[in-house]
């Protein structure tokens, strides 16, 4: 399984961005994917995850209202539609793809290489 992460980039406080994940692999059929993300000097953290056959979803308490995540399961893809974006949000999103979803890193098999998010002030 092979986890591509796309469309990070540079935006204003009060910005938007929308992040994408295609999967890809003949073998690819896990349930869960989600979306971590690392800043700078800290440790990598949960953002938001997905339930690819219910679509019950699940966000950190700090991108709730802002983030929505949703998907395509026609395309494996996964998205990350981030508003109201802060200069706390800029880190490095990783997406990962797990068999059930869950907010715990280690539970997560795959991940994409990451993409970069900056927002400035």
């Known amino acids: 399984v092979q986890l591509q992460a796309s469309g990070g980039g540079l935006v204003q406080a009060g910005g938007s961005l929308r992040l994408s994940c295609v999967a890809s692999?003949?073998?690819?059929?896990?349930?869960?994917m989600g979306w971590f993300r690392q800043a700078p000097g800290k440790e990598r953290e949960f953002v938001a995850a997905?339930?690819?056959?219910?679509?019950?979803?699940y966000y950190a308490d700090s991108v709730k209202g802002r983030f929505t995540i949703s998907g395509d399961n026609a395309k494996n893809t996964v998205y990350l539609q981030m508003n109201n974006l802060k200069p706390e949000d800029t880190a490095v999103y990783y997406c990962?793809?797990?068999?059930?979803?869950?907010?715990?890193?280690?539970?997560?098999?795959?991940w994409g290489q990451g993409t970069q998010v900056t927002v400035s002030s």
């Open positions: 990962a793809a797990t068999n059930m979803p869950t907010i715990l890193e280690d539970d997560y098999h795959y």
């Open positions: 692999g003949r073998s690819f059929s896990n349930d869960g």
């Open positions: 997905i339930a690819r056959r219910s679509l019950t979803t």
